[in-house]
């Protein structure tokens, strides 16, 4: 069900995470886009922005499957900075509005952070609209709210700004309790 894709993957996944994000952004989702927002806008995302840096191996792309077809995606970006070794954003969590409450966004962040386990990441980071039901999600998945950002970003829908919440979440002692699960 839940995959990591690499450059083949990708071209065979585009036509499908386009219809995510297109489909996801025109439910309300505040990722960086607002409306009118066409379907060859989403393209051009996946093709000018991820296909990049997922060839030069800048970030990691978890997709969930279903009904033969991909329903969700995540991204996984380890940062760069040489001050930052253990550090990893977390990127883009898109459930198609018709997949949702089914478990996908947790099986993707699920993988996400058994990745970043495996790359040495031992703080993972994240933002989101506060006002948005993933919220709720990602606290219940261990994350703890570091603040908040008013005024952040656009609504997708309306010429109005809203703030954001900044997240985190230490994955040191998941890191431990794995490795002591692995020797027994």
């Known amino acids: 069900m839940i995959s990591c894709l690499d450059e083949t993957g990708f071209d065979a996944a585009l ?3 386009t219809d995510i994000l297109h489909a996801c952004v025109h439910d309300g989702a505040s990722i960086g886009f ?11 995302y996946w093709q000018n922005r991820v296909r990049p840096d997922l060839h030069t191996g800048a970030l990691d792309l978890f997709v969930a499957r279903g009904n033969e077809r991909i329903l969700g995606t995540v991204q996984l ?10 550090r990893a954003d977390v990127a883009k969590l898109l459930v198609h509005p018709e997949a949702r409450r089914r478990g996908l966004g947790r099986a993707l962040m699920a993988a996400l952070q058994d990745r970043a386990i495996a790359l040495g990441r031992s703080l993972l980071v994240l933002d989101t609209r506060s006002t948005d039901p993933s919220c709720i999600l990602y606290q219940s998945l261990g994350f703890q709210i570091a603040g908040e950002v008013p005024n952040y970003c656009r609504n997708p829908f309306e010429d109005r700004l809203e703030p954001t919440t900044y997240m985190f979440k230490d994955l040191s002692q998941a890191d431990v309790l794995r490795t002591l699960a692995a020797k027994q």
């Open 34 to 44: 607002i409306l009118p927002f066409a379907p060859d806008q989403a393209r051009a």
């Open 15 to 17: 036509d499908d995470l």
């Open 77 to 86: 970006i380890p940062a760069m900075m040489p001050n930052q070794p253990h």
